[in-house]
Each structure stands twice: as structure tokens, then as C-alpha cells.
């Protein structure tokens, strides 16, 4: 059989409010989630045992590849679907790492699309989607790669009908851990960061199919990211980052994305976000920097 190929698409966070940390430590979450059309490739060549190796840019910042959520992924999809036929694993790496952007959570999402067609399942096997939640909270909304209004710790996801948004994403290559930034939020087991009466509120209502960019950015514009500042107080850098995406021309919307560090702008044209991250390159090498859609 030929090898079959998928692509881990980036994550992005376009608001992420959190309702409160539950009893068992986890944070329930309401998030705009967008993805990008830049992407890690993950292929799969079907044979007897189940590895991993990995090339591009950015194979060296992920560390050591027993720890990879693509295997973590497979190994779990194996323990619950017989005789699983998996094979060798080749991730060519160009997200940045610990970014905030879903990019390990988009690796294993791809994992498990590439399973499911190599096995015949459906992604909307039960087993497929527990494994999702199991290999983590951002897992299952990369497994469909479209734009969702995510809850809960990943479990509710609502689609939505985003149209294509002209955006800059920008990481000053520098990880930010997740479980950092959340113990940096302070919340107690079983603490609201929201008052009882908005938890007890429909989901927020966002614009119609159909709807133009403008009418979006204006909704999203009401929303916020409830990481940014503990995440900036961990990272002064991303301050920096906003900073530079802010002062851009004609930038319609900034934020950080996730847990950061990777802030995103949006723009009105694609010729307004390929100016934007032209200027950026320029004024930032070190920084990694696209240009190009969100949808």
C-alpha cells in the first residue's frame, strides 16, 4: 500500500475564555477556534511496527520521540481497536513547539485521521474521538480542522461557519508551557473565573453563514483571551509581540492565541496581511512569521 499522507494545520485561538477550574484540576473552556493554512506533513507507511521519525525546520525543538503525541495517539487507538494495522510515521515539522497554536495536538490529530483510513473507521468512531480527549484537550477539534466554538475541555464542539480571514501569526520562538501559564491564572480546584450568572448563560451567538469578515472581527472584537496576561507575565516578549502586530497598517484585530506565545493579527485583504509580515520579517529575523488565511 502506498504511503498515505495528512497535515496538521495550525490552531488558533480567536478568543479562549475561561469559565473556571473544576474539581479534578482541569479548566473548562470557551473558544473560537480557527485553523491556519500553514501545517506539519505526516505521513504513514503501513508496516508491522509502530515508529516515528522526524525531519523539517523544527524537528530538533520536539524533543524525544518516545514523547511525541503522534505515538501516544496510536498507542491509545491500539488499546481499544483490535489488531490496529499502523506502520512508520514520518513528521516533517514546521509549526513552532509549545506555541500555543495546537501544533503537537494537530500532529496527533493527523495520527489518527491516517489510522482511521488506514484501518477503514470513521473519525467519528467513539474510540477515535475518546483517544482525541485522552491525548489532549486540543486533540479533538484538530481531528475535524475546521472552525469550532469550543467547550468544556475540549468535548463540545459547535462548528461554525468562519469565512476565510487574511491573518499574520507571529512566535518570537520562545515556548511557553501550558501548565505553566495556567497555574500562572492562580484559579483553586473548583473556582469560576466568571460570575455564576454568565456560566449559567447561552453559548455567545456568532455570526450567520454567509456573514462577511467585517461582521466576524466585529464579534470576535467583544471577545478576549483570559491567558494573555499570565502568559505575558511568564513571557514579557509576547507584550513585544502584540506591540509590533498592533502598529501594523490597517490591522483589524489582535491577540494571543491559546497559551501563547503565538499572537495573530487580522486583517481586511490578503494584500493588507502580505504587507504586514513582510515588515515584520524585516524588523524581527528572529521571529517566525505567516501570512496568510484563517478559516
Known amino acids: 500500500m502506498p504511503a498515505l499522507i495528512e497535515e496538521g494545520r495550525a490552531k488558533v485561538n480567536l478568543t479562549l475564555r475561561v469559565v473556571g477550574r473544576r474539581v479534578d484540576g482541569f479548566h473548562d473552556l470557551e473558544s473560537v477556534v480557527a485553523f491556519a493554512d500553514c501545517a506539519d506533513r505526516l505521513t504513514l507507511e503501513p508496516g508491522p511496527e509502530l515508529s516515528l521519525s522526524m525531519l523539517g525546520p523544527l524537528a530538533d525543538a520536539c524533543g524525544d520521540t518516545s514523547d511525541n503525541l503522534v505515538l501516544k495517539a496510536a498507542r491509545l487507538l491500539g488499546e481499544r481497536v483490535a489488531d490496529l ?11 513552532p513547539v509549545a506555541a500555543g497554536i495546537g501544533g503537537g495536538s494537530a500532529d496527533a490529530a493527523a495520527a489518527l485521521r491516517l489510522l482511521a483510513r488506514l484501518n477503514e473507521l470513521s473519525l467519528d468512531d467513539s474510540r477515535i474521538m475518546e483517544v482525541a480527549l485522552q491525548t489532549g484537550a486540543d486533540v479533538p477539534v484538530c481531528v475535524a480542522s475546521r472552525a469550532c466554538d469550543m467547550t468544556g475541555v475540549g468535548e463540545g464542539l459547535l462548528p461554525l461557519d468562519l469565512p476565510k480571514m487574511p491573518c499574520v501569526l507571529v512566535n518570537p520562538r520562545v515556548p511557553v508551557a501550558t501548565k505553566d ?41 467583544r471577545g ?28 483589524r484585530l489582535v491577540r494571543m492565541s491559546g497559551s501563547g506565545a503565538t499572537c495573530f493579527a487580522v486583517f481586511a485583504t490578503d494584500a493588507d496581511a502580505q504587507t504586514a509580515g513582510e515588515k515584520l520579517r524585516a524588523a524581527h529575523p528572529g521571529w517566525w512569521v505567516h501570512a496568510g488565511t484563517l478559516s
Request: no cysteine; hydrophobic share 50%; charged share 20%.
Open 181 to 221: 501559564v495556567f497555574n500562572a491564572l492562580g484559579l483553586r480546584h473548583g473556582e469560576l473565573l466568571i460570575g455564576a450568572t454568565d456560566v449559567m448563560m447561552q453559548a455567545p451567538s456568532w455570526p450567520e453563514a454567509g456573514r462577511a469578515v467585517g461582521d466576524w472581527i466585529a464579534a470576535l472584537a
Open 224 to 251: 478576549t483571551n483570559d491567558l494573555e496576561a499570565p502568559a505575558a507575565r511568564i513571557e514579557p516578549v509576547i507584550s513585544d509581540v502584540l506591540s509590533a502586530l498592533r502598529a501594523t497598517k490597517d490591522v
Open 85 to 95: 494495522e499502523v506502520g512508520h510515521f514520518t513528521l516533517e515539522k514546521v509549526l
